[in-house]
């Protein structure tokens, strides 16, 4: 009995672990903004900006790295994948560039980018993007060249539509995207404390011993009930943003400022509170100032659908995030790292086909992957093997199978589900190989 | 007057459902609804997003959610063209 007691609270206290690290404020520094370009591209790119090079006539230099690119873009939400793919390949440029769209889109998008990119490692993120959309074109060609299909029947030519993307919208994903990087990038101009505020304020020694005994800094834990505050806000402020916004709306973009900010801090409690002015916490603020200016001269509709879209990004997913973080945080204590080791440890091509076929049978919730994929980094998997993993993990589910062979046919997922697993294969090989060669 | 929402269930599938009830409400019409959640079912529809929105079985809107005002102006002109 008592070593069942025992055993749940190493567990309780391994997912508590886990769970912090995630919500440190490195991470949230680039979730919280990835969030909202998120939102963004999904709300202010219009679909026919990217898919007016994927009709029926677009050549082949231009249709598939517009796929790719559309992949990005467009692909944030599992909704638009399969209809834009059916779309792609029986209306549009055909099954090659549709397959290359398949494969681009649920492995590079810019929450799980980021999220890698903060929780692993710039190496992994970076390896993801390029080699997703490179493999994405070599199968989606490939694809293309083995199955002969028919001219595609133009009958309505739903992708001649143009549409433009405004040079405000542009300078507003600019600004996005920049406090992404500046929350992210680790250059000492940036993480440097420039000047420091001393707060003539010391904590109790009770609060710092209760802190301390659940593995929390002081900063950590005003993060932790500022998401929680965000969260209650955003139900009463974001969920009829479409109709019109309220108190709460600006409540809670408030209290998103307010959380960036102070993430992007350095707090000391050692004695009395120290408040290091980062460069970090200049730049952002700089940039959101410059956000709210850029956001004036937007269309009303238009931040109203992107506040929609965020929270209903934020919403879907970050439930599940804190779940999953939590489990792979429990499970880490529980599978012997000997396995691992001996699964996945070297860069063998079996290894990383052993990455590829987890990802396979097992299915995460969006992101879900990345604190699984940190699990087995910590447990002794080697980073060819990871990578591999991480490109198989979203595009290839028991389930999209399922879904992608009513809509294709057997034997064409039959060579596109092959063809992801020997890419995928060797692309975490190659990647491995080349850590090696450059370490 | 038959409406058919294409969508597997998202979050903005259901909005766009709900505006077209209320807006049939506003209308004071009756009409049938009907949805479609089964992935391959959608793809052979000609949409290129979810969630669709489809009056008498005609594409009105797909990709987006269209506003409560838009949904009346295509359902008086769908009736028109049912008279």
Redesign the interface.
């Known amino acids: 009995m008592n070593d069942i007691l025992q055993l749940a609270s190493t567990l309780i206290k391994a997912g508590w672990i886990s769970l912090l690290d995630y919500l440190a404020a490195h991470v949230l520094l680039c979730l919280v903004p990835a969030f909202f370009i998120a939102g963004a591209m999904s709300a202010l790119i219009p679909r026919e900006a990217v898919t007016k090079y994927l009709g029926p006539r677009a050549s082949k230099v231009v249709s598939y790295p517009a796929a790719a690119l559309g992949g990005f873009v467009l692909a944030v939400c599992s909704c638009t994948i399969l209809p834009l793919f059916a779309g792609i390949w029986k209306r549009g440029a055909g099954l090659g560039p549709a397959i290359t769209f398949l494969f681009v889109g649920p492995a590079v998008n810019i929450l799980a980018i980021a999220y890698t990119g903060a929780a692993i490692g710039m190496d992994i993120a970076i390896a993801r993007i390029v080699l997703s959309i490179i493999f994405g074109i070599v199968i989606g060609l490939l694809m293309s060249v083995l199955f002969k299909d028919r001219e595609a029947i133009i009958e309505q030519d739903a992708f001649s539509t143009e549409a433009r993307v405004g040079p405000m919208i542009w300078l507003f994903f600019g600004l996005l995207v920049a406090v992404l990087i500046a929350g992210t990038l680790q250059v000492d101009l940036l993480t440097r404390t420039w000047f420091s505020v001393t707060v003539p304020l010391g904590l109790s020694p009770r609060l710092l011993a209760t802190l301390g005994s659940l593995d929390l800094n002081l900063q950590g834990l005003v993060l932790i009930l500022m998401l929680a505050l965000i969260g209650l806000a955003a139900h009463a402020g974001l969920e009829d943003i479409l109709e019109r916004a309220n108190g709460w709306t600006w409540a809670t973009l408030a209290l998103v400022i307010v959380t960036v900010l102070i993430a992007a801090t350095s707090v000391q409690t050692a004695g009395s509170i120290v408040v290091g002015i980062t460069g970090k916490l200049i730049s952002i603020t700089l940039l959101l100032a410059a956000i709210t200016i850029t956001a004036r001269s937007l269309k009303r509709e238009d931040l109203q659908v992107w506040l929609w879209e965020t929270w209903r990004f934020a919403r879907q997913i970050f439930p599940l995030l804190i779940v999953g973080v939590f489990v792979a945080g429990m499970v880490k204590v529980l599978i012997p790292e000997q396995w691992i080791r001996t699964l996945a440890g070297r860069n063998t091509l079996l290894a990383n086909l052993t990455g590829v076929l987890f990802g396979v049978f097992m299915y995460f919730p969006t992101l879900v992957e990345v604190p699984i994929a940190r699990m087995f980094l910590d447990l002794g998997m080697h980073r060819g093997p990871l990578l591999a993993y991480l490109l198989a993990d979203p595009v290839l589910s028991v389930q999209s199978i399922l879904v992608t062979s009513r809509i294709l046919g057997r034997r064409r997922t039959a060579l596109y589900v092959g063809l992801v697993t020997v890419f995928s294969t060797l692309a975490g090989w190659i990647f491995g190989l080349v850590l090696l060669a450059t370490a | 007057m038959h409406i058919r929402i294409l ?2 269930g ?4 259901k ?1 766009v459902e709900a505006l077209a009830r209320e807006a049939i409400s506003e209308l004071g019409i009756e009409a049938s609804f009907e949805k479609v959640t089964d ?2 079912e ?3 529809y ?7 929105l489809l009056i008498n079985g005609k594409v009105v809107s ?4 269209p506003s409560k005002a838009q949904i009346i102006s295509w359902l008086t002109t769908a009736m028109s063209d049912e008279q």
Not at chain 2, 10 to 13: H, Y
Not at chain 2, 46 to 52: A, L
Not at chain 2, 62 to 65: D, F, K, L, M
Request: aromatic share 0%.
């Open positions: 969508g597997p998202c979050p903005n599938c909005k992935m391959a959608i793809t052979k000609p949409i290129m997003g979810t969630p669709g797909s990709g987006r959610i």
